[in-house]
């Protein structure tokens, strides 16, 4: 057994801790307030306490930590993306990632497992050999494998050639990862909290405060206070909030479903994802199959369940697995993705001055945490963009300067 | 155990027996037995081994509501046995253990417990970094329960839709009693029930003391319900979510309805509660109404003596049935102080059982190898959190509890209803239900029996009235006091092993160590313990966790809130949802045709098309072949896949403009003009041609995979633009076919005798009607693969005659069909673009050299904007026609990147080996100023290589169109 297990078996009283503290009172001025408490704004509120030494900070979550996307999403890590601005951006994600269960000293599960993006189509294996391309000149272990390679790194994979859409090879992506989604929101959370950041949950934002172009204060249903600077990172929600610092964002949000079935003795280590079927699917440490499909068909800022969905995404799994025909689903879910157009997220500055953006994360946002808490911290402390992320800049759809990864969303256009 | 005589054993047919195998011993049941049921009759109480302790664990609920039962039948894993009834030759396997069931190595788990504290994994085995790795082996090698083999086949699973008036989930008192009520007024009624048999409760609890009121009100229901021409009855189906509207699936056998169920009432009724207490999961303690079910539905004697716990008068009912099976009852165990005296517990009490008023179970004392209870230990109560040190032991071989209920509300919660619980009796009330849907009975927290055939019937009244049908006047509803269902009090075990969640092996301190660690919020808490995350979802588990959490924090239940119930409601399997995975393939009128040439098929959006003829082997050569036959003689191409659009009405061109880049106000009827469409942020998504048949009349092609999204989008626009315009979408009502080559001319003018085919009468880019072959036809010259050539649309069901008349008049001249590979190749030479080959998310029209598809001084189209930006902001990449320096060296493939000092400047959208000019030609993207025809590009090639190639201009083949014009 682990020493870090020891304590818990020989101590008389339980020694666990308090990983935040109750919900405190308001103060009336923070120097940074970070409106949504999923894993994005509890990274940022971390990275800002401490390795900036900013530690006035508020986190205001409307729920609990973590209810958002960070903990609905399918906890699929990877950096194989399309274009050298979302590689490098992704790239540190998960060299940031490697080392975070050390890093907020929580285990956050972090597994590599391999990850494959299936290819049923000539344009789906262009698009694979593409994204490859880039991945390997940027140092990104990824490369197209073929059927005959598929036969031997996933064997249990229906490879036949008497079904709708037969496989033609995919993106093989070795150090694609899985990790406890839950586990990094309360990592940070619990590490930042010991540095000072207070946590409300249960305080909803309300509206925004802009004199003079400039952002003052934030007003929640529990009281108004004052801010220097304030970020929002609040997935599904960011139009609305956006709204209230009078800025309009270039964001659908649609919402995306995603399922798990009973636990199971493992027998699926890889992640495999199909664009064409819009089908991703993982086994998890407890045993239970993972898996997601493309978004819905139309906007809204709903989280219910459909039965098409859950229809549609297993006559497609069972295409790919049939094995799995007999397995129960336990549960069907759904989180609601930001949709911008170029299917890159947003990073950065406003036209509101000290008011930061992180949204349109579609449904690439849980990957990016670690790199997006460091990269906007380092922008609100510093007042300056960094370099990694100044192509998310908002303003980049005035003038098109778009960052193209509609070829590499798993699923979903 | 000794079977009891009818009338108990409802559902088991004394007459059959039936032979199955369990962990490869052989057993025998009657026939209507459950796994489970089977087993209890032959002292097999285990059935599986816990998730995590791998502790032994036999039946709770006897009606499928646990994991304790879960099985694996053959291929398939997690299985109910308590749900399942035995077949001959059923081949059943406990789960989750190493070795054997009852000697199952992994119990060793037990002890280490101590080093596996709430959240144990969060907590350790990170230190040193590498060593998770291992770990994680080791945690995938004990992890999960039942075993998918590789072999599982996909059974036969299918569909049906069902529609009706009414609907009512649960067929116990309130819903017989709605259902009935509901076809009297006339309503077309669903009735509903995961049960074998109607009648919920009514089969197996007890109402009264003399045990009879239950039987009486069933038979009488039953058989109204039964003779009703108006009622459907649906039993051992399982409704297994609510959805929008209504919406419901329903699971029966193999197969899954999907109802649109009109109005609906759920009268789902409640499970029952078990009690917190150490050892509180050995095989022998279950729920009170397991041991009814036991003993009325399959005719079993639950053991030898019992010990009754109960929070309510049920307990009674069920110590009742107990004495009357022939068991000893040691004692009735009731956790309030001072219980009313009412008919059941006079009952009890004058058959001489001890009642322990105020009371609760302490810990229950395993038998001699742990796989049963041999006795329990009883204290005071002395607070809500504390009992008397001082406990009495009753020896007892089984514990019944009738903890409390909660409400089987998940239908409810999905729909948006709430559930709120009064903090100390465990009453609950439900509200905030939609429109078109109501609960009824013990779901709603009604549970007197006159009381829910009442409510049952007025929500029937009431649903049929919603759904169109009203009814007199109805009688007044008897109205008897509710016995609140109790709230047994929580009292943490120092030693633990006092379950809140079997399914997950939660402890009551794992849920208060949780708590304070500050997982406070209700979901927080489930998330972090994982309480009510199996795959019993918290149904036994949730209220528990909530009132602890409600304890720490000092807040109330409501104010604690609960975890959000999400379907499906029970086990679902994936095969049921997948059904046959109907995904349709779209074949076109000529396709047997292809097929008989021996044409290689390849997917086109929905579509299936030739990709080439011949063998795969000689896969080269047979293209290169088919584009040889285009350049020097006639080939032919069915493009019947293509998107097809009819455009009519008054304004119909201008439509046309708002929607395309080029300008079409003046286009000349009888000609076709180029279409290309950008999206608002000025990137290419389609192209075609656009025919002008009429003033007020377009036919409008796209392309194979893009008209979908084309009409949508039209009929989007138009939606705000409201222009006098038709816009129907036509794609396969059409079957086409392009004859192209030198000599298409001739072999077409054996066919038609009234369209003048030549060059002057009909030119390039120009539309006529006439007929082919006497089948009428639209005839486009178009060009896509740059030679003279006529692309003729039929009525799909004349494609395949057009198609054998063509080949037949082609026959003399040697016409070759050709496919989707040659046709790439063929404009691929002349320098045209496929969309979404040679585009991508981004592609601007001046990216990709097509500024001539553009009318700016046009006022409008989609895009314009954009692309006037982007053409004053100057172009970042540019699309280019190159060969290869070395057309015999290596050949790039497409999407290898274009390199210059170390950055990618572009990609290679299309390559390929031309026979027309005998040089590896194509298009790629490359940075703005390496476009000037001759500019030497790198293009980075498998293996790091580079290859070297030099920008041409476009197009390669016959630059000045000579021969498509001719």
């Known amino acids: ?413 | 155990m000794e079977r009891l005589s009818a009338p108990m054993g409802s559902r088991i047919d004394r007459t059959e027996r039936v032979s199955f195998r369990f962990e490869g011993q052989q057993y025998s049941g009657y026939r209507g037995d459950t796994i489970a049921s089977a087993l209890y009759a032959n002292d097999v109480t285990m059935l599986s081994r816990s998730f995590k302790y791998h502790r032994p664990r036999g039946v709770l609920s006897m009606c499928g509501q646990d994991s304790n039962t879960m099985v694996q039948i053959g291929n398939k894993p997690n299985r109910l046995a308590d749900r399942i009834a035995i077949e001959a030759g059923l081949d059943v396997m406990g789960q989750n253990y190493w070795g054997s069931l009852e000697k199952d190595r992994l119990a060793a788990l037990r002890y280490f417990a101590r080093f596996m504290p709430v959240g144990f994994y969060y907590k350790a085995f990170y230190k040193p970094r590498w060593s998770w790795r291992l770990w994680a082996k080791l945690i995938r090698r004990v992890a999960g329960l039942g075993v998918v083999a590789l072999d599982t086949p996909h059974g036969y699973y299918d569909k049906q839709y069902l529609f009706t008036d009414v609907t009512v989930i649960g067929a116990g008192p309130a819903g017989l009693a709605a259902a009935l009520e509901a076809a009297e007024a006339g309503a077309k009624v669903l009735l509903v029930d995961e049960n074998i048999e109607l009648g919920g409760a009514l089969t197996y609890a007890r109402f009264d003391g003399a045990g009879e009121a239950g039987e009486r009100t069933r038979a009488d229901l039953v058989a109204k319900v039964s003779a009703h021409e108006c009622i459907r009855v649906m039993t051992d189906t399982a409704c297994t979510g609510w959805y929008a509207d209504n919406w419901l699936p329903l699971i029966k056998d193999n197969r899954l309805y999907k109802l649109r169920a009109g109005s609906l009432v759920v009268a789902s009724g409640c499970y029952e509660q078990p009690l917190i207490f150490q050892n509180n999961d050995l095989p022998g303690i279950m729920l009170g109404s397991a041991a009814q079910r036991l003993i009325r539905l399959y005719g079993i004697k639950p053991g030898n003596r019992a010990v009754v716990a109960t929070a309510n008068q049920d307990g009674y009912g069920v110590a009742l049935d107990l004495l009357d099976a022939g068991m000893e009852v040691a004692c009735v165990v009731d956790v309030r102080p001072d219980p009313p005296e009412e008919e059941m517990s006079a009952a009890v009490m004058r058959r001489h059982v001890p009642i322990l008023a105020g009371a609760t179970l302490r810990e229950a004392v395993p038998s001699a190898g742990g796989l049963g209870v041999r006795a329990v230990k009883i204290a005071r109560l002395e607070s809500a959190t504390k009992a008397a040190r001082r406990y009495d032991s009753f020896a007892c071989d089984v514990i019944a509890m009738s903890g409390s209920y909660v409400p089987a509300a998940a239908m409810l919660h999905q729909a948006g209803g709430r559930v709120s619980f009064a903090a100390d009796n465990g009453s609950f009330s439900v509200h905030d239900l939609p429109a078109h849907l109501s609960a009824a009975g013990s779901v709603g927290g009604t549970n007197a029996l006159e009381n829910v055939l009442s409510e049952g019937a007025a929500a029937g009244r009431a649903a049929a009235s919603d759904a169109g049908f009203s009814s007199a006047g109805a009688s007044a509803a008897p109205s008897i006091a509710e016995e609140a269902p109790g709230a047994w009090p929580i009292i943490i075990h120092p030693k633990g092993k006092d379950f809140v969640d079997f399914d997950e092996d939660l402890q009551s301190h794992d849920i208060e160590n949780a708590l304070t660690e500050g997982y406070q919020h209700i979901q927080l808490l489930k998330r972090f313990t994982t309480n009510g995350m199996g795959p019993s979802q918290g149904r036994h588990a949730t209220l528990p966790a909530i009132r602890l959490a409600a304890r720490r924090t000092g807040a109330g239940l409501d104010e604690t809130g609960s975890t959000t119930s999400r379907p499906p409601i029970g086990p679902l399997t994936m095969a049921h949802l997948a059904g046959r995975s109907f995904e349709p393939v779209r074949y076109t009128a000529m396709h047997y045709r292809h097929v008989e040439r021996g044409a290689r098929k390849m997917p086109a959006g929905a579509w299936m098309r030739p990709e080439y003829y011949g063998a795969a082997h000689s896969r080269a050569d047979n293209i290169a072949a088919e584009v040889v036959s285009v350049r020097e003689n006639v080939g032919m191409i069915d493009v019947s896949t293509l998107g097809g659009l009819e455009i009519r009405g008054p304004d119909a061109a201008e439509f046309l403009n708002r929607m395309y880049t080029f300008a079409y106000l003046k286009q000349p009827v009888g000609r076709a003009r180029y279409v290309l469409m950008t999206d608002e942020s000025g990137v290419i998504v389609d192209d075609g041609v656009a025919c002008r048949m009429h003033d007020d009349h377009f036919y409008v092609t796209a392309t194979t995979s893009g008209v979908d999204g084309v009409y949508r989008t039209m009929l989007w626009y138009n939606v705000q633009w409201r222009l006098k315009v038709d816009i129907t979408h036509v794609s396969g009502s059409y079957a086409g076919v392009n004859i192209a080559g030198p000599n298409s001319r001739e072999v077409l003018q054996k066919l038609c005798d009234d369209v003048d085919l030549s060059p002057e009468a009909f030119p390039y880019m120009g539309v006529r009607r006439g007929t082919v072959a006497g089948i009428p036809a639209l005839f486009l010259r178009v060009g896509f693969v740059g030679e003279l050539g006529y692309e003729l649309h039929v009525p799909a069901s004349q494609g395949e005659a057009l198609w054998d008349a063509l080949m037949e008049a082609g026959n003399e001249a040697g016409i070759q069909p050709f496919g989707v590979e040659a046709q790439r190749l063929l404009r691929l030479e002349k320098g045209h673009i496929i969309i979404s080959q040679d585009t991508d998310g981004l592609t601007t029209p001046h990216e990709a050299d097509m500024g001539w598809a553009i009318a700016n001084k046009k006022p409008f189209y989609v895009g314009m904007r954009s692309v006037a930006i982007q053409d004053s902001v100057g172009l970042k990449r540019k699309l280019v026609g190159f060969e290869l320096a070395d057309s015999t060296g290596k050949k790039p493939k497409e999407c290898h990147l274009v390199i210059r000092s170390g950055s990618i400047t572009g990609r290679v959208t299309s390559i390929a080996h031309s026979p027309t000019l005998n040089k590896v030609i194509g298009l790629a993207y490359v940075a703005p100023d390496q476009a000037e025809p001759g500019t030497e590009i790198d293009i980075k090639i498998d293996g790091g290589e580079m290859v070297k190639a030099v920008v041409v201009k476009l197009p390669f083949y016959d630059p000045d169109g000579a021969r498509q014009e001719m």
């Open chain 1, 1 to 413: 057994m682990p020493f870090g297990l020891i304590k818990y078996a020989l101590s008389s009283s339980y020694p666990g801790k308090r990983f935040i503290a109750a919900r405190p009172e308001l103060k009336s001025n923070y120097d940074v307030v970070i409106i949504g408490g999923g894993g994005h704004g509890l990274a940022t509120a971390y990275h800002l306490a401490r390795y900036h030494g900013i530690r006035n900070v508020a986190v205001f979550e409307k729920g609990y930590i973590g209810g958002g996307n960070t903990g609905r999403n399918t906890a699929i890590i990877r950096s194989n993306y399309l274009t050298p601005e979302g590689v490098a951006f992704y790239e540190e994600s998960v060299s940031l990632y490697r080392q975070l269960s050390q890093e907020l000293d929580y285990n956050i599960l972090y597994s590599e497992r391999g990850h494959f993006t299936l290819a049923h189509t000539d344009s789906a294996m262009r698009t694979s050999r593409w994204r490859a391309e880039v991945n390997k000149h940027l140092g990104v272990d990824s490369e197209l494998v073929y059927r005959d390679d598929l036969a031997r790194l996933i064997p249990q994979l229906n490879l036949s050639e008497d079904v709708r859409y037969p496989i033609l090879g995919a993106l093989y992506h070795p150090p694609g990862a899985v990790a406890r989604h839950d586990g990094v929101a309360w990592g940070y959370a619990g590490r930042a909290a010991e540095l000072g950041v207070e946590i409300h949950q249960g305080t909803t934002v309300t509206d925004i405060e802009v004199t003079d172009g400039k952002v003052t204060g934030v007003v929640t249903d529990r009281g108004r206070v004052s801010c220097g600077k304030a970020v929002q990172a609040v997935a599904g929600a960011s139009t609305v909030i956006a709204d209230m610092a009078g800025l309009k964002l270039p964001i659908r949000t649609i919402p995306l479903q995603a399922c798990v079935s009973q636990p199971h003795k493992p027998i699926l280590d890889p992640i495999i994802v199909s664009g064409s079927l819009h089908v991703y699917i993982s086994q998890s440490d407890r045993g239970e199959f993972v898996m997601g499909g493309s978004t819905d068909p139309y906007p809204r800022y709903q989280t219910t369940s459909s039965l098409d969905f859950i229809e549609g995404l297993m006559s497609h799994v069972l295409e790919l697995l049939p094995h799995l025909s007999e397995v129960q689903v336990m549960r069907q879910w759904a989180g609601m993705t930001d949709m911008t157009p170029d299917f890159a997220p947003i990073m950065g500055e406003t036209g509101v001055e000290n008011y930061y953006i992180d949204a349109g994360w579609g449904t690439w946002g849980f990957k990016a945490t670690p790199v997006c808490g460091k990269r906007m911290a380092e922008m609100v402390a510093t007042g300056r963009v960094p370099a990694l992320i100044a192509p998310f800049r908002l303003s980049r759809f005035e003038n098109f300067d778009q960052v193209g990864e509609k070829g590499a969303a798993s699923v979903g256009h």
